[in-house]
Nanobody
Framework: QVKLVESGGGLVQPGGSLTLSCAAS????????VAWYRQAPGKQREWVGT?????DYASAVKGRFTISVDSAKNMVYLQMNSVKPEDTAVYYC?????????WGQGTQVTVSS
């Protein structure tokens, strides 16, 4: 059974940095499409970015966020730089494996002074 577990969320000041991690069991990140999503209070879940041969990011985070995959550790990271209050949300790791999609439980990121 595939399971994704995010970690690394917390409180960060505007302009600061934070790195989120996502660990997978039962599957391999290096052979599958991987992405991060987020959901702010009262809003729909939105795509943040995808890590694959054609990595891309939402315009709201492009140039500030970076997704990376550590195949040896089977981990995915979301490096968040120059964070803004509007980045406050629950962040979710997503993976597609053999046509099935999997979500983590989410990790809360709060950007506030």
């Amino acid at each position: 059974q595939v399971k994704l577990v995010e970690s690394g969320g917390g409180l960060v000041q505007p302009g600061g940095s934070l790195t989120l991690s996502c660990a997978a069991s039962g599957s391999d990140f290096s052979n599958n499409a991987v992405a991060w999503y987020r959901q702010a209070p009262g809003k729909q879940r939105e795509w943040v970015g995808t890590s694959d041969a054609f990595a891309d990011y939402a315009s709201a985070v492009k140039g500030r966020f970076t997704i990376s995959v550590d195949s040896a550790k089977n981990m995915v990271y979301l490096q968040m730089n120059s964070v803004k209050p509007e980045d406050t949300a629950v962040y979710y790791c997503w993976m597609q494996d053999n046509g099935k999609t999997y979500w983590g439980q989410g990790t809360q990121v709060t950007v506030s002074s």
